[in-house]
């Protein structure tokens, strides 16, 4: 049927219901023609605009389940062409403040797209502000929304309004307008009139304190204590959801008055989230809400700088790598009080320590990888007592544990996130990261050792830097300390090539196998530096790094100089006797032990892409180095010939299988 025909018959359908509003909606139709404005894209806007207007008129004498009417509204809204200015056209024009306030789901998402189409354009955001009735609508649904999908869409359409009406200058500071609209391309900054109707309006600004805070409970209008545990929640998320500069806006006090109504003296709607409103004591579930949302701040805080990882490039912000957002929970003891959960948990009591004992390591883990400067420089008995603290863990792990996948993973993610010149310091005669064993096979072990040794992560432009030009800062110190901690680990392991290799041909074992794979990977396109020489280490601070003749003496090698590069020590003993052999090997198959191609067989596909990639990554490697060292061309010539076979190799029948014992 054409367009123009449905749009007739839809317009007929809507009149006779909305004359009969307890006739039932003809969902078929609406649907067919739902499904032809979304193929053809070409309906014209003045049909557009007069079928929402009959669905407006519909709505609110609708005397049946909403949901068909609602739904072609929001397809019909979502067109580029449909602005926030037909929305305010519409005849008899949209109660939004009933919309939002309706307890019915589909009414509130309709209500949402609408309101949704003032994102697009800070004028529009502005009309919206101009609305203190709507907005503070707005706030209630999003904050106590029995619906979560609804509460969610309420948070994601205030986000937008926030973020477009943004101005650098709104709340008495300058931002880098720049990093807040770097999603909304041509887009000028905004007046900010939404910031301040949420911020400036008491009575709305007082509504998020009332709703989220526990000392209302019990009073008129307010959520229960459940109710108000999951707005809480939600203003957490939502906190973090915005953007570095945008979120800053809340630190700071907006009306005193009501802020010191809930315990907040010096501070403003972030003061109050993190410290005043949660009952962490007794809500473990909270807490834990509470530690996730701090760990975010700290990650937002250091979003001047690449996300940072385990691998992830060493880069400081400044002497002390700090932020607001760390101070703000250092000064508040914040930062004190969820370290201890990990530091010190003999404090704690055991049954909190189940739930926050890894929410705690996953925040230490954050700061120490976003704020690794900052631990190194400003909080070194913290480092003291994280090594420590992973040291007694790693101690007290039997080899039974980590054959049976029982690996401390939380310790292991902190570790992986410690600076690899804390795990080098010459003060200590040994590391936590030594206490790592390769036998038994365990995939965190695995994973945690590729981790550190692969070395920071460089950008592509500092990945063109030749090996002989030099990568100023703590990234070069983070890349010596990998090869150092590699070539003191392989003294202390020897057979650690040969028990990561068995790891790899343990096929039926997946997890294990394309953990070893990864270390295998991660050497050999290992970001390292030498270290220092002797006029380069004059330093006494305690985390300089060892010479390159101390590094070769702790090797046991006082006359030799070791590979300056991953795939150079790939290319050395013992790891040459092994590696190299075991990915110009074909690749292992179930298929004879099992009978057939299932999903066996597709595990072991899996890890003989896996192996594949390793190989690939290691031709290339070669090939970069192969312009500047002797002796490679055999060598690159037959991992080429083995890449070119392919993942499975060059036979795939019977001779080339290998039966793998399958658990």
Known sequence: ????????????????????????????????????????????????????????????????????????????????????????????????????????????????????????????AAIVAGKPEVVAAFVRLWL??????????????????????FAPLTLGEAHDIEAITDDLPNKSPGQGLMWRRLVDDRDIYGSIFAICSLSTVGQADQ?????????????????????????????????PEVEAAYGVRDGGLLDFAAVHMVDYKDDVLMHMTLIDFFAGLLQAGNADSPSHTSSSTFISRGPSNSSPMLEFLISRGLHSRTMSFYLEPSKHDSLDLTYLYSRSANYISVYTANYATHLLKVSPPIADALLARLSSVLNGVSSGYWAHSNAPKHDLHVLASLPRVCLVSRLRESTPLFLIPAIPANSDALHTLAAVFRGPLVDSALLKTELHQPILGDSANESAAARTLYFIYLRQHPSFWTHVVNAAEAVALKENALAAIELMSAVIGANWRCSPQEEESASQSRYALPTESELALMCGSPNQHLPPSGVLAILASPALDVVLPYLLRPAQTFSNLVGGRGDTESVAYRVAVAKHDALILLHRKLRDVAHHTTGLQDIVTAVGRRVVQGPMGGNSEVGARVGTLEL
Not at 7 to 24: E, N
């Open 1 to 124: 049927m054409a367009l123009s025909s449905l749009v007739a018959q839809v317009h007929r359908h809507l009149l006779d219901v909305t004359g009969d509003p307890s006739k039932a909606l003809d969902e078929k139709l609406l649907d067919t023609f739902g499904t032809q404005v979304t193929v053809s894209g070409n309906l014209k806007l003045e049909d557009r605009s007069s079928i929402i207007n009959a669905l407006s008129q519909l709505l609110p004498t609708l005397q049946q389940d909403p949901s068909p009417a609602t739904t072609l509204i929001e397809l019909l809204v979502r067109s580029l062409s449909y602005t926030f200015s037909h929305v305010l056209a519409i005849q008899p024009p949209v109660d939004f403040v009933a919309g939002l306030s309706a307890p019915s789901p589909p009414i509130n998402s309709a209500t949402l797209v609408l309101l949704g189409k003032a994102a697009k354009e800070s004028s529009d």
């Open 144 to 165: 106590c929304a029995p619906d979560t999908a609804i509460a969610q869409q309420a948070a994601n359409v205030l986000k937008g309004l926030l973020e477009i009406d």
């Open 223 to 255: 959520p229960n204590k459940r109710e108000k545990t999951i707005a809480q929640a939600r203003l957490l998320e939502f906190l973090l959801a915005l953007r570095p500069g945008v979120a800053d806006a809340w630190s700071k006090s907006h009306c």
